[in-house]
């Protein structure tokens, strides 16, 4: 893909609770090292197996069955799990959704979006008189971007 922007925005849908799931993004550091980051229900801690991060991740399967903006902050995420031993951040490569998950859309940016800021290209339906966070969730992998005052 080469997309170099630091934030991924991904819309999933878990097929339900207890089912098992993953998802595999694939990245590309400065050092031309290929990283896979693996999300999954199967892990119970973060651990790394050669070029793979497996990743647990469960704050996803009580979302199942309502649509997921999965939001992952790329260069965050592998600082946190290579400490800079990889190199930085260069591009993502791939996506992969696998096992019981519904894959809608993805895009990647350098802004660090909210649900009231989100472009219109990647909203989700609400029912009248519904807010977002009823109808759907929000997620930040690793955490949500400090906001900068200013």
Not at 71 to 80: F, T
Not at 119 to 148: N, T, V
């Amino acid at each position: 893909l080469g997309l170099s922007e630091q934030y991924l925005y991904l819309q999933v849908k878990l097929a339900g609770r207890g089912k098992p799931f993953a998802l595999h993004v694939d990245i590309l550091t400065t050092d031309r090292s290929v990283l896979r980051f693996s999300f999954s229900s199967r892990f119970a801690t973060p651990k790394r197996c050669g070029s793979q991060l497996l990743l647990p991740c469960p704050d996803l399967p009580p979302t199942a069955g309502k649509w997921t903006v999965l939001c992952i902050d790329l260069p965050a995420l592998l600082w946190i799990h290579t400490a800079n031993r990889e190199g930085d951040f260069h591009a993502l490569r791939g996506i992969v959704a696998c096992s019981n998950m519904s894959f809608r859309s993805a895009f990647t940016s350098s802004m660090a979006f909210n649900p009231a800021t989100l472009p219109k290209d990647f909203s989700l339906p609400l029912a009248p008189g519904r807010s977002f966070a009823d109808s759907h969730h929000w997620i930040w992998k690793p955490a949500p971007p400090q906001q900068e005052n200013g």
